[in-house]
Nanobody, 116 residues
Framework: EVQLQASGGGLVQPGGSLRLACVASGFAVNQYSLGWVRQTPGQEREFVAASSWSGTNSYYADSVKGRFTISRDNSNDTLYLQMNSLKPEDTGVYYC?????????WGQGTQVTVSS
């Protein structure tokens, strides 16, 4: 069974930090690119960051560049997202995604709320 289990969300004040984690299982994780997208109520899902299968290449939305860092540990099939200098507009449900060719896996989300 394919699973992408995200965790690490919560309530944080503006300027604070959170670290999200996503543990993947049930497929050859090290052959897939992994990423994060987020969604707020009434909005479409928005790309946040992605990591190539090897972890060599990382990609970021302009809105998070310089503040967020994506990383992966293929030895334990885990994807991370370090989020610093959080802003209220970073609020949303963050989903973990695995992609390879025409295959796309999604996990359940973890809620991130940035508010004072």
């Amino acid at each position: 069974e394919v699973q992408l289990q995200a965790s690490g969300g919560g309530l944080v004040q503006p300027g604070g930090s959170l670290r999200l984690a996503c543990v993947a299982s049930g497929f050859a994780v090290n052959q897939y690119s992994l990423g994060w997208v987020r969604q707020t109520p009434g909005q479409e899902r928005e790309f946040v960051a992605a990591s190539s299968w090897s972890g060599t290449n990382s990609y970021y939305a302009d809105s998070v560049k310089g503040r967020f860092t994506i990383s992966r540990d293929n030895s334990n099939d885990t994807l991370y997202l370090q989020m610093n200098s959080l802003k209220p507009e970073d609020t949303g449900v963050y989903y973990c995604n695995a992609r390879r060719l025409a295959v796309d896996y999604w996990g359940q989300g973890t809620q991130v709320t940035v508010s004072s």
